[in-house]
């Protein structure tokens, strides 16, 4: 059975992913790059913005139009909060509830084993790393799921319910499974990080689960992906000083206006935000800190605002991810008064992202000149006879250079020299 998957959203969404390609693998089946070749589709979708739902959409469309005997399916959130909406797209097969998704490769084939033993691992792992899904070097690892938060704008929590932990042991048996194969990097993913373990009754989970990574891997990378601005003490960030743990952190903080995170129900403010911040660099020499924000969520006024843009310049992220606030069905805010004019967050969107550019410029800028160690994932074309790589740096610069031929998976020194048009860093 050839098999082409794809994921929509999040890293967790792209670390499930990942791991249903490695259950394929291991029952025999192939992973194709090519929907015209694939018997079957399976889209990961999400559901945080009307964007991304429309996106799943879209695509369910396209493949069906190019490729009308594979059968696709649907699963994830956006699967998840809308299966009746989802089930009248036009070559949608199968729709797969969060809740089902973990057997979503036993609904496919019956025999495939989905819980490998540690010691099949390693051959699977080591074809998947050799590009049978695009050649990924960084592996998405799913330490938990769901989140016990109400923020009000937030439909994840809808589709994916309360928070679950994995065991601490299956999760560094995993990453020492892939550092054997040859990963250089791994990501911890899930919808609250910071949680890790609070459903065991250990309100340390995350700092322990770390640590345990570091001391019982060999895997030469390990990152955090999006973790909520709370449930994490100021020393957690002590553990920054194992160099092995890179020097990057994404914190959501949603707004700068201590009204409108009320209103969103954050478990944050602007002050014990800031003080996080201070705790994080003061121990993370040359730390990429970026964040999410949502703009125009209902109630914000312009001077509402005004804050923001003064609390996210003040804070000086490398790096924010914008988003116009939207509606999302079963969720608080969609019922709150006071919805902003569509064209009014338009406008502040595009005043917020023109901040974020600038100050995304400011901290790259600072590095021109240096020596930065840099992982190399993919090509991307040639240049002047030779190919060209792009990959990243401990601190997730996003970067690019002509090269050899055999760049891939390999961790190398760069000197930082200039800014390419198309916002690259070149060396």
């Not at 970026?290 to 312009?302: A, M, Q, R, Y």
């Not at 609390?311 to 079963?330: C, D, G, K, Q």
């Amino acid at each position: 059975m050839k098999v082409y998957l794809n994921s929509i959203g999040c890293r967790l969404n792209q670390s499930e992913i990942e791991t249903m390609a490695r259950q394929l693998l291991a029952a025999g089946h192939e992973i194709v790059t090519d929907t015209a070749v694939a018997d079957k589709v399976i889209i990961n979708t999400c559901a945080v913005t009307a964007e991304a739902a429309r996106d799943a959409r879209t695509q369910t469309r396209r493949i069906h139009r190019d490729n009308p005997n594979a059968e696709i399916v649907l699963t994830g959130c956006y699967a998840t909060i809308a299966p009746n909406e989802l089930s009248k797209v036009e070559g949608t097969g199968r729709v797969i509830a969060n809740q089902q998704k973990a057997q979503l490769v036993q609904l496919l084939d019956p025999k495939a084993r989905i819980e490998l033993p540690v010691f099949d691992q390693e051959p699977v792992l080591r074809e998947f790393l050799a590009g049978s899904m695009g050649a990924n070097t960084r592996a998405f690892i799913k330490v938990q799921d769901g989140c016990d938060n109400k923020c009000t704008f937030c439909v994840t929590t809808v589709a994916r319910g309360a928070g679950q932990s994995r065991h601490l042991g299956d999760i560094v048996n995993e990453i020492q499974a892939l550092a054997a194969a040859g990963y250089q990097e791994a990501v911890l993913t899930g919808v609250h990080l910071g949680s890790y373990g609070h459903d065991f009754g250990n309100q340390t989970g995350l700092r322990d689960l770390v640590q345990a990574i570091l001391q019982h891997t060999d895997i030469p990378r390990l990152r955090l992906s999006s973790l909520e601005p709370w449930d994490l003490a100021p020393d957690f960030f002590t553990l920054w000083h194992n160099p092995r743990l890179l020097p990057h952190l994404h914190m959501p903080l949603q707004s700068g206006s201590d009204k409108i995170l009320k209103r969103m129900a954050r478990r944050t403010s602007r002050a014990s935000f800031r003080e996080l911040t201070e705790a994080a660099r003061s121990h993370i020499p040359d730390l990429n800190l970026s964040t999410d924000l949502i703009v125009g969520f209902p109630g914000e006024t312009e001077s509402d605002f005004a804050d923001s843009l003064e609390y996210v310049e003040t804070i000086n992220f490398a790096r924010l991810h914008v988003f116009s606030y939207s509606p999302r069905p079963e969720t608080a805010a969609a019922q709150f008064p006071q919805q902003v004019n569509g064209k009014v967050k338009k406008e502040r969107t595009r005043r917020m992202i023109e901040l974020g550019q600038r100050l995304s410029h400011q901290f790259h800028q600072r590095f021109v000149g240096q020596t930065l160690n840099v992982l190399w994932e993919s090509t991307i074309g040639a240049d002047n006879g030779g190919l060209r790589w792009a990959g990243y740096t401990d601190n997730y610069i996003r970067v690019q250079a002509n090269g050899p031929a055999d760049l891939f998976n390999r961790v190398t020194p760069a000197d930082i020299l200039r800014r390419h048009r198309m916002g690259f860093w070149v060396w």
